[in-house]
């Protein structure tokens, strides 16, 4: 928890200057995609659900979990979308830990999902797809 709280302070600066702290509506996936890249190089493997809890807390948006429930069908799902950047351990069916594929890539946060390229093109966050 002491961890968390260190990890908190240091990037709330952080996520204001990039815009996290505000509506899931106005957050790209790659600022998204960045904040847990962060978390993964800070933390190591996290479970599925503790990185849920961290983006929640660290973001300070509280409708984050609802909005990526409804968006993408769960954090698990949004982040399967990037498996050139992140890698599912087979530990849990439902609560795996994630982990940054290695190496990781130098453009790791700009990748798109799967398949789509870039980060940003063809899946504007808020936009209807």
């Known amino acids: ?34 904040l847990v890249t962060h978390l993964l190089l800070q933390q190591g493997s996290i479970p599925v659900g503790k990185m849920g809890s961290m983006l929640h807390q660290l973001t300070n948006n509280h409708s984050l979990p609802a909005h990526l429930k409804e968006r993408y069908g769960g954090l698990k799902k949004f982040l399967q979308r990037y498996e050139q950047v992140f890698v599912f351990e087979n530990d849990h069916p439902y609560n795996p830990h994630v982990a940054l594929r290695y190496p990781p890539s130098a453009a790791g946060a700009n990748v798109g999902p799967a398949g789509a390229g870039p980060a940003g093109q063809g899946h504007a966050t808020g936009a209807a797809t």
């Open 1 to 34: 928890m002491l961890v968390l709280l260190s990890l908190s302070a240091l990037l709330q600066t952080e996520l204001a200057a990039c815009g996290l702290c505000r509506p899931l509506a106005d957050i790209a996936e790659s600022k998204l995609v960045a």
